[in-house]
């Protein structure tokens, strides 16, 4: 049942954490953080996703902090995370995901080339060992033809997948089909987190890999729910937590993810601090499986200005008006 909006702000706190390296076009990443019942969570939905969008966010802050879930293993297997840099720096950057043999390398970056591209996961293979994984995300950027083009020159990099190349259900199918010789995969993930019905990807046969992410898909309830469903290999991600929501993630990965696979949940190494004095950091190429409590002087450190905690806590009581209506409207699959 939805919380009183008085139990979710009880013990909230904003944070801005700073990151090393821009990623997803930001170098500062908010969220807010509150503890329930079961202990701490996390509702950091993007600022620039409305209101409509950031209620599966709090569904899944809901779930994970008045839920009980109970971990399916010690520890998960992660990926490192290499951002759109010049090749000078991914050495650097695959240094801070110790043990990791799957590395995510992010393509389509604007503002940069396909020779760009193609120099970064060059590097990224040489790095690191002969049998790693190699996959890039394009976070949807790619029109068909351009997609086409870039897994042409980068299919020779043995990628394990290709995430979002392009950014709807119908150019994913149409791009599936026109790489078919190619033996790169392709991978939703927006199609997915976004989508009114997450499944629409999987059934349209226009994936074969879904990425999912235990915050955008309402917590790690609903998420178990879709994954059972998809009939598809599926890798759980981060969406840029804190090490709060990474422990989200981590009990969802270890109870339901595709085994062979490595979690995209080592992001913690992105900040250049986080929320506790024991943040999910990849230690011979995993996370631990635990709930994750705020340390008082990371919560002081890190604290947001005055003006964005007060941003963020009156966006948590908009999106919490939006759960309850639904929830007086009877939609229980939306306000649980």
Known sequence: MLPDLSDLLADAHVVALPMRVRFRGI???????????????EFSP???????????????????????????????????????????????????????????VKVAEPG??????????????????????VRVDANGLWSVDQATEALERLAPFDLQYAEQPCRTVPELAALRERIAGLGVRIAADESVRKA????????????????????PLGGVTAARAVIAEAG??????????????LGM?????????????AAGLGTAAMFEGDVT??????????????????????????AAAPERVAWWRARLERVHAV??????????????
């Not at 908010?30 to 329930?36: D, H, K, S």
């Not at 109970?70 to 951002?83: G, I, K, L, M, R």
Request: glycine share 6%; net charge negative.
């Open 27 to 41: 170098t500062t990443r908010e969220a807010l953080v509150l503890r329930g019942p079961e202990g701490w969570t």
């Open 196 to 215: 009114s019905d997450p499944l629409a990807v999987a059934r349209a046969g226009a994936a074969d890999v879904l990425v999912v992410k235990a915050q």
């Open 112 to 133: 940069t080339t396909i020779d760009d591209d193609v120099a970064r996961v060059a590097e990224v293979r040489r790095a690191m060992r002969p049998d790693a994984s």
């Open 249 to 261: 993630g981590a009990f969802l990965a270890a109870a339901a993810m595709s085994p062979g696979y």
């Open 232 to 245: 598809l290999p599926c890798v759980v991600s981060s969406a840029l937590d804190t090490s709060v929501g």
């Open 323 to 336: 759960l309850g209506a639904r929830a007086e409207a009877g939609d229980v699959a939306t306000a649980e």
């Open 277 to 302: 004095d024991r943040p999910l950091l990849p230690e011979d190429g995993r996370i631990a499986v635990r709930r994750v409590s705020p340390a008082p002087a990371m919560l002081e450190r890190f």
């Open 46 to 104: 993007f600022v620039e996703y409305d209101d409509t969008e950031s209620a599966a966010w709090l569904r899944a802050a809901i779930d994970f902090g008045w839920t009980a879930h109970s971990p399916a293993a010690e520890s998960v297997a992660v990926n490192a995370t290499v951002p759109a840099v010049t090749p000078d720096a991914v050495a650097g950057l695959l240094a801070r995901y110790p043990g990791c043999t799957t590395a995510k």
